[in-house]
């Protein structure tokens, strides 16, 4: 297994979430797993999707954090680019000093 030296961070509709998800689980050779968290987007760049959303100020998102190699995620990055044409849809990816588990 590759070096786990960085986090992808995966911020997108709650309406594509499911779609995400299939994504990953297809592909476990980039990663070992992820979290996903749901979270509130506010700002000039947030769509609203729903009249609830519109009155709130905040749209429904999903945040989703995957420890993995940076090599990975560049193909993981180029593949959900290809596959999740949505301009909504955004990342960043930050380095991983240690990670590791209390076994």
Request: net charge negative; charged share 20%; hydrophobic share 45%.
């Amino acid at each position: 297994m590759n070096t786990l030296d960085c986090c992808l961070t995966l911020m997108l509709p709650k309406s594509i979430e499911e779609t995400l998800v299939e994504h990953l689980l297809d592909h476990p050779e980039w990663m070992r797993g992820f979290s996903t968290v749901d979270v509130s987007g506010h700002g000039a760049a947030g769509v609203a999707h729903t009249t609830a959303e519109l009155v709130r100020g905040a749209s429904r998102r999903v945040k989703v954090q995957i420890i993995m190699n940076r090599v990975d995620a560049a193909a993981l990055i180029e593949h959900l680019r290809e596959t999740l044409t949505s301009a909504e849809v955004t990342y960043w990816l930050t380095p991983v000093l240690e990670f590791g588990r209390f076994e």
